[in-house]
């Protein structure tokens, strides 16, 4: 397994497109995380899943964001009508249920709203 | 509810010097203690946790934490720095299964 991977690395957009970004998981995790990182700031978290039940969401995420993960495997993570201020780094992650158990880290994907 | 607290924002040192970086976190239940760093334009990589058991917890790269329930914190420390330990270093603790971070340290290493 090569790890948890995402795509795109980089996406630049106008302001008021939509954008969607996907995270490919370690395959044996069943929890899959979505945080978001902006500049000078750790990670805060936008949502969550367990397989493919979002289990819980942030205060942060809009209306505007929508998570899937529809098969328990992928995840996708998508922004409409984006603003300047979504500009960050998306960050997912996913582990194996259990107290304690290491998240690992996709490399984000950056997103600059022009 | 918990938070953490990174009290220093930028750690300059030299390179084989020793580094302490500081971690405080908020909690009126048991915890789960993380350090991770995170190099430029990149996600983030697990140095060592704390569940249970010795307060001294050793990571990757020659990384240390001790756990301190007293002062409620969990500091980072490395005796002899390199270079290549030029990044950004968070501290998390487990909520709810999920991570709550601080806001970072950046440490830099000079030759």
């Known amino acids: 397994d090569t790890g948890v991977s995402q795509d795109p690395r980089h996406k630049i957009t106008k302001r008021g497109q939509n954008v969607t970004f996907r995270c490919d998981p370690i395959?044996?995790?069943?929890?899959l995380y979505w945080y978001r990182q902006t500049l000078g700031q750790g990670p805060e978290f936008l949502t969550y899943?367990?397989?493919?039940?979002?289990?819980?969401k942030s205060r942060l995420l809009s209306d505007r964001f929508s998570a899937e993960r529809p098969k328990g495997s992928f995840s996708t993570l998508e922004i409409q009508r984006t603003e300047q201020g979504d500009s960050a780094m998306y960050l997912c992650?996913?582990?194996?249920?259990?107290?304690?158990?290491?998240?690992?880290f996709g490399q984000g994907t950056r997103l600059t709203v022009v | 509810a918990q938070s953490v607290t990174q009290l220093d924002s930028q750690v300059p040192v030299f390179e084989e010097a020793p580094v302490e970086l500081r971690c405080n976190y908020s909690?009126?239940?048991?915890?789960?203690l993380f350090w991770y760093v995170q190099y430029p334009n990149q996600g983030l990589q697990l140095l060592l946790k704390?569940?249970?058991?010795?307060?001294l917890v050793k990571g990757i790269n020659g990384f240390e934490a001790e756990f301190n329930k007293s002062q409620t914190s969990f500091h980072l420390r490395k005796p002899s720095v390199h270079i290549s330990d030029t990044a950004e270093y968070f501290c998390?603790?487990?909520?709810?299964?999920?991570?709550?971070f601080g806001t970072g340290t950046r440490l830099q290493v000079f030759p």
């Open positions: 992650a996913s582990r194996s249920t259990g107290e304690g158990t290491e998240a690992f």
């Open positions: 395959s044996e995790h069943n929890r």
């Open positions: 909690s009126s239940v048991s915890v789960y």
């Open positions: 704390y569940l249970s058991g010795s307060t």
């Open positions: 998390a603790v487990s909520r709810s299964d999920k991570l709550i």
């Open positions: 899943f367990q397989n493919e039940a979002q289990l819980e």
